[in-house]
C-alpha cells in the first residue's frame, strides 16, 4: 500500500506548522479531506448547484440525482438493505439524539431501562440522560474492565425485563477498544431489546456490515470518515423508521398539510426536514470512493500495522502509560505521562508539528472510571506512516526534556 | 514562539512544588474554578482578618504545568497583602497576561515581578490564557463570596 501517494491527495499536508511538517494525529476527532472531497465540493457550488426535491428545473433534477446517489452510495458502503434505510442527519451526534427523541416518545415511560456502557462518548450519553430526565427513565452502565473491554457476563446480568433499548459504541475514541457488536446484538436479541450502535469511530476504520451485525439502528459522523463537516449518517431498521414518529419538523418531511391535519413524507423524507447540506452530502460520496480505492481491509491492515509499531515504540518511553490494553484495538492511543500534565504535552508536542488532542475526549464518565482526569491522545487515520509515529515519539522526548524527566 | 518562554524554569519548578498546597485552617472565604473541556480544578482558600488583610491563601486541585504554577505563583504573591492591593495586583495580572506588557504594579520588588513576569509566555499562547487566569479569576470569586464556580473557559475565549 502507497502511503506516500495516499498522503500527497491530502493537500492540507503540504502545510507547514510552526515551521514543521504537519503530523496529524488526531483523525478520532476529524480526518482531513482528500482532494477528490474538495473538488466535488467546489463543482456542486460552482456549477450544479440548487436545492434538491423541490424544484423539477434541470439543475434541481440533477443535484436531487447526485443527493440520492450518495444515499445508494452510503447504503453499499454499509450493506444495508434499502437505500430508504439511510437518513442524512448533521452528524453522529444527531442521529442518535433523532433515535432517542423519537424511540423515547412512543416507548419509554417512567421506570423503564436504558442500556449504555462505561466506553461512551457524552453523545451517546447525554441523549438518553434526556429521556431520564423527561420521562423518569434509569440508565443503567455495563462496567468494563482494567483493559477497557466490555465485561459481557456483567452485560448479561444488566439486561432486564424493563430495558427498553441498548445504546453502544462500536469503537471506543478513548481506548481504542473494538466492541464485540455481533455477540452483544445476539445477547440482546435473545431478550428482545433493540441495539444502537454508535458508529462515529468504526465507520473510517473497520469494515462495516450492519445486515451481518444485525444491529437496529447505526449512526455515522461523515467528517470523521474523510468527508465535509455537517453530514451524518443515522442507519435505521425501516420497521423502526416506519413505526417512529418523525423528529424535527418542516419542508420536506410532509406528504399533506392542511389546516386542521398533517401527514408525513414516505422514506427517508420523513425523517430529513428543511434544506439539507447538500453540497456536503453529494461530496461525500468521493470519501466513500476515496476508501473503496484503497479498501477496507487494506486500511485496517494498514492501520493494524502503524498501530502496533506506534504501540510498541510508546511503550518504551519512559513514564509513558497507555490507557487500557482492549482485546482487539483500533488506532486510538491515549496515555498519560507521570508528571507532565496532557495539556502540557499537547502544546510542547505542537511545536514539532505534531497534532494530538489533550483533554477527556468527551467521555468523562470513562475517565472517572479510569481514574484519570485528562489524557493525550494520539489518532491514527489511512494517511498516516511510520515516520509520523517517529516523529510523534521524539516530539514526546521533546516533552520529557522540558519536564527534565529521568 | 519559543517553548522556552512558555515553560520558564521558574514555572516548571513551582509546577513541580507548588506553595502553599492545601486547605488552610479557619479560611473566611474558598471558592472553586473548574474548567470543563481541559478538566483544570482549583479549589482557593483565602483567610482574611479583621483588618482586611490576607493572613492565608492557600489552594487544592489539578491541572496542567501552567495553571499550577500560575495559582502557585499568585498564593505567594498575595499572602500578606491588604484586600486592595491584593485586588490591584489581580487587576495588573489580567492586564499583563492578555497584552504584550510588563506587569505594572508598584509594590513587587524585582523578584516578584520576575515570577509574575515568569508568566508572560502564555501571552503567545491563546489557548493557554485560561490555564494561567483560573486561579485569580477564582480568588475574586472568593473574595466576593459569590458562590461562582468560575470557567475561564468561556470567560477567556
Known amino acids: 500500500m502507497d502511503i506516500t501517494h495516499i498522503k500527497s491527495q491530502f493537500p492540507i499536508f503540504s502545510r507547514k506548522i510552526n515551521g514543521k511538517q504537519l503530523v496529524y494525529l488526531d483523525s478520532s476527532n476529524s480526518a482531513q479531506k482528500p482532494t477528490s472531497v474538495l473538488k466535488a465540493l467546489d463543482n456542486f457550488y460552482k456549477n450544479d448547484f440548487s436545492n434538491v426535491g423541490r424544484s423539477i428545473h434541470a439543475l434541481a433534477v440533477n443535484a436531487t440525482n447526485k443527493f440520492e446517489e450518495t444515499r445508494v452510495n452510503v447504503r453499499n ?26 424511540f423515547g416518545k412512543q416507548n419509554i415511560k417512567k421506570g423503564d431501562e436504558i442500556l449504555i456502557t462505561e466506553l461512551e462518548h457524552h453523545s451517546n450519553y447525554v441523549p438518553w440522560h434526556y429521556l431520564r430526565e423527561m420521562y423518569g427513565a434509569i440508565i443503567k452502565f455495563a462496567p468494563i474492565n482494567e483493559d477497557g473491554d466490555i465485561i459481557i457476563s456483567k452485560f448479561k446480568e444488566l439486561i432486564t425485563s424493563k430495558t427498553k433499548i441498548i445504546a453502544i459504541t462500536h469503537l471506543s475514541n478513548v481506548t481504542g477498544t473494538i466492541v464485540p457488536i455481533k455477540e452483544i446484538v445476539e445477547i440482546a436479541r435473545k431478550k428482545n431489546v433493540p441495539v444502537l450502535v454508535d458508529g462515529c469511530q468504526s465507520a473510517p476504520h473497520i469494515k462495516i456490515d450492519v445486515k451481518d451485525l444485525d444491529c437496529d439502528f447505526y449512526a455515522i459522523s461523515c467528517h470523521k470518515v474523510y468527508g465535509p463537516t455537517g453530514v451524518g449518517v443515522l442507519y435505521a431498521k425501516k420497521k423502526w423508521l416506519e413505526k417512529l414518529p418523525p423528529y424535527i419538523g418542516g419542508g420536506g418531511m410532509i406528504s399533506e398539510v392542511k389546516k386542521d391535519r398533517i401527514t408525513y413524507a414516505p ?9 439539507m447540506p447538500t453540497a456536503e452530502v453529494i461530496a461525500f460520496s468521493e470519501s466513500i470512493k476515496f476508501m473503496e480505492s484503497i479498501g477496507i481491509e487494506n486500511i485496517v491492515k494498514h492501520e493494524n500495522e502503524l498501530t502496533n509499531y506506534a504501540l510498541e515504540k510508546m511503550k518504551r518511553i519512559n513514564s509513558l502509560n497507555i490507557v487500557g490494553n482492549p482485546k482487539k484495538k483500533a488506532g486510538v492511543i491515549s496515555f498519560t505521562i507521570k508528571g507532565i500534565h496532557p495539556h502540557d504535552i499537547s502544546t510542547i508536542v505542537d511545536e514539532e508539528g505534531v497534532a494530538i488532542r489533550a483533554g477527556h475526549h468527551c467521555c468523562q464518565v470513562l475517565h472517572e472510571r479510569l481514574n484519570l482526569i485528562a489524557t493525550a491522545r494520539a489518532s491514527i487515520g489511512v494517511y498516516n506512516n511510520k515516520e509520523d509515529i517517529d516523529i510523534f515519539c521524539n516530539a514526546i522526548e521533546k516533552c520529557r526534556k522540558v519536564f527534565d524527566l529521568k | 514562539m519559543d517553548l522556552k518562554e512558555l515553560y520558564q524554569d521558574i514555572i516548571l519548578e513551582h509546577g513541580k512544588s507548588p506553595r502553599n498546597f492545601g486547605k488552610c485552617e479557619k479560611h473566611t472565604h474558598q471558592a472553586k474554578g473548574y474548567n470543563p473541556l481541559c478538566g483544570d480544578q482549583v479549589h482557593i482558600y483565602l483567610k482574611l482578618n479583621d483588618e482586611k488583610k490576607v493572613e492565608n491563601l492557600s489552594f487544592e486541585g489539578s491541572g496542567c504545568a501552567i495553571s499550577i504554577a500560575s495559582t502557585s505563583i499568585m498564593t505567594e504573591l498575595i499572602k500578606g497583602k491588604n484586600l486592595e492591593v491584593a485586588k490591584k495586583l489581580i487587576d495588573a495580572f489580567m492586564i499583563m497576561i492578555k497584552s504584550t506588557s510588563e506587569v505594572q504594579f508598584q509594590e513587587l520588588d524585582d523578584d516578584q515581578k520576575t515570577k509574575i513576569m515568569s508568566l508572560s509566555g502564555v501571552q503567545q499562547y491563546p489557548m493557554r490564557v485560561k490555564c494561567a487566569t483560573l486561579a485569580w479569576h477564582t480568588l475574586i470569586s472568593a473574595i466576593n463570596e459569590n458562590g461562582k464556580i468560575e470557567n475561564t473557559e468561556i470567560n477567556e475565549t
Open chain 1, 267 to 275: 422514506l427517508p423524507e420523513k425523517y430529513e426536514a428543511g434544506t
Open chain 1, 77 to 102: 458502503f454499509i450493506n444495508a438493505e434499502s437505500k430508504d434505510e439511510i437518513i442524512f442527519t448533521k452528524n453522529a451526534t444527531e442521529s442518535i439524539n433523532l433515535v432517542a427523541n423519537t
